[in-house]
């Protein structure tokens, strides 16, 4: 790692968040080091992701903000610190981000009105046109569950299809290219990892932009099938949405649907991994929500989120001079916000590394830290726990499980596999 920072920047921190060991370590050894940061030093200046996707010449570095005091102070000022330059920990390349990130990498007044267009069409009602469906595949994947016999990973048995299922239903995805969207919405969150990835000889760079371009390409496809023949899919939805007499263009919707193929997914898979696994490991948890599973289940899922964090960072970069924590943040600066180390901040949380369901006021940062860009699908990721934890607790008390296996990379609290049986 480099330890010595460009001209005219204050000496980088000595504890290590940007190099590829740090990431490929343990959730918990992560967690030591963001601890040292948030009790004394919330906001720090650290070099470049090492190894990282996009090498940006002349990268001087980047600020990391550890404590949910100042990453909601990030977030809800989008004047200050912009999402437009890019809300990766590492840089991508800007024609991936165009293609990939939707509203998630625009500021208002452009984010307001796409996310208002997108909204009409992902509104409480279109959540509970689907409550019905969301149960009914919860059930059919938990029975499926309970016929395997000896050994099977937890996440592509259990934990990956609910989501999938639902987002592919919600839009009307063809079933023949479901699975191939869900392993391209994979790699969008697994880029670091070489068994995701699969490059056989090829450029990552190369790999990336050919998934987005087929993502892009089945939205598209679909696009045009609706507007021939109108369902009441989400994808007919957005096509005929309409706000001040503006409509979302077929870009926007391709990228909206690639946006939401993976955080969609992918966020709902983890949270339901890590939440599965620390019921287990916390006996009395799982008791206490069983003695009235129906009423205690709306508070549990708010921890399941907040400890599984399973969107670990998102990057803003400051439109001008400004203070953060003390610290002079110059304008260009990248402002990267740790979720997962202010969903440990033992200055809000009480205790914070116990899992907890009974835990109220539960302020966590896992949908984000307000302001704008507050989790637009966080009913829908909710309602879709709820369902499949009801089936799991329900009917399978004998399940176990092992120890995880994680996903390498700085973004998404990955677990890769999970193994399981039911004893």
């Known amino acids: 790692m480099t330890t010595t920072p460009r001209t005219g920047r204050p000496p980088y921190d000595p504890v290590d968040i940007s190099s590829r060991a740090f990431w490929n370590g343990s959730p918990e050894e992560r967690e030591k080091s963001f601890a040292v940061l948030r009790s004394e030093r919330p906001v720090s200046w650290h070099p470049p992701v090492e190894e990282a996707l996009f090498k940006e010449p002349d990268d001087p ?9 100042h990453i909601r102070e990030v977030s809800q000022h989008p004047e200050i610190f912009s999402s437009s330059l890019g809300v990766m920990f590492e840089t991508i390349p800007p024609d991936l981000a165009e293609m990939a990130h939707s509203f998630l990498g625009m500021d208002p007044p452009k984010h307001t009105r796409i996310r208002k267009l997108v909204s009409l069409a992902f509104t409480p009602k279109q959540v509970a046109r689907i409550q ?10 938990v029975d499926n569950m309970l016929e395997q016999t000896g050994e099977f990973d937890f996440m592509p048995t259990v934990a990956a299809p609910l989501p999938m299922r639902t987002v592919f239903d919600m ?9 191939d969207v869900a392993r391209r919405a994979e790699m969008s969150t697994g880029w670091n990892d070489p068994e995701i990835m699969q490059l056989e000889g090829r450029s990552l760079l190369e790999v990336m932009a050919e998934a987005g ?7 598209l496809e679909m696009v ?6 109108p369902t009441d899919d989400l994808m007919t939805a957005l096509l005929k949405a309409e706000a001040d007499g503006e409509r979302l263009t077929d870009t ?6 690639v946006l939401l193929a993976v955080a969609g997914t992918d966020t709902t898979k983890q949270t339901a991994g890590h939440a599965m696994k620390a019921l287990l490991n916390f006996p009395d948890q799982r008791r206490w929500l ?3 599973f129906d009423g205690r289940i709306g508070t549990a899922v708010e921890e399941f989120v907040r400890w599984a964090s399973p969107v670990m960072t998102f990057r803003r970069t400051a439109m001008q001079d400004t203070v953060l924590g003390g610290r002079e943040i110059k304008a260009g600066d990248k402002v990267v916000m740790f979720y997962i180390s202010g969903n440990r901040d033992t200055s809000v949380f009480e205790d914070p590394h116990r899992f907890d369901l009974s835990r109220s006021p539960n302020p966590h940062v896992g949908f984000g830290g307000g302001g704008a860009h507050f989790c637009l699908g966080n009913q829908l990721a909710k309602a879709q726990l709820r369902a499949l934890f009801s089936e799991l607790l329900h009917r399978a008390p004998t399940l176990e499980l092992g120890e995880p296996e994680y996903l390498t990379g700085n973004f998404v609290n990955g677990i890769k596999h999970l193994p399981a049986r039911i004893r």
Do not use: C, S, Y
């Open 61 to 69: 570095g980047l600020w990391a903000v550890t404590d949910i005091a």
């Open 132 to 141: 019905e469906q969301i149960r009914l595949n919860a059930k059919a994947i």
């Open 171 to 179: 839009m009307g995805v063809p079933e023949q290219v479901r699975n």
């Open 213 to 219: 371009a087929q993502q892009h390409q089945v939205a």
């Open 224 to 229: 045009a099938a609706r507007r021939a023949e």
């Open 252 to 257: 926007d919707i391709g990228a909206f649907f």
């Open 290 to 292: 069983m003695e009235d």
